[in-house]
């Protein structure tokens, strides 16, 4: 008499198994209301963080809306901090940063990057420029 109870224990847990995974995932399908955070002022400044590896102190600049406007020197082996002025960003907030090393006759420049409301910039100077990186978070 226990093969028919086992057999027939055993056929019901694919049942079982189905709808307890019917049922548990019923709670995560659940509507989400919108987030009431306040959006990011654009009048507001854009944070630079420069942190320079190289040997030699660099002077920033953003290239924006076909100029280059001059941000300020980093020291060699330390890091600054700026903050753009919406002007700089311009109507499109689509800049370039540009990189002199004073006393070196080579120069490193990012891509174009676009630049939203509430984000911020962090761009490494090495050593070897072509290794530099930037990100925008």
Do not use: K
């Not at 509507?31 to 030699?56: F, I, Q």
């Not at 980093?74 to 700026?82: E, G, K, P």
């Not at 919406?86 to 080579?106: E, K, Q, Y």
């Amino acid at each position: 008499m226990s093969i028919p109870f086992v057999v027939a224990r055993c056929a019901g847990y694919p049942l079982i198994l189905a709808s307890s995974l019917v049922v548990g995932s019923a709670g995560c399908g659940g509507r989400h209301e919108p987030e009431s955070g306040a959006a990011p002022d654009r009048g507001a400044p854009t944070a630079l963080s420069v942190t320079n590896n190289n040997w030699l102190d660099a002077a920033v600049f953003v290239y924006h809306d076909g100029e280059a406007s001059r941000v300020g020197t980093v020291t060699a082996a330390s890091s600054a901090n700026f903050y753009l002025a919406p002007w700089i960003l311009g109507p499109t907030r689509t800049i370039r940063l540009i990189a002199h090393p004073i006393g070196s006759p080579s120069s490193i420049d990012t891509e174009l990057i676009h630049v939203q409301p509430g984000q911020f910039i962090d761009w490494h100077l090495e050593n070897d420029l072509r290794l530099s990186s930037v990100a925008v978070y």
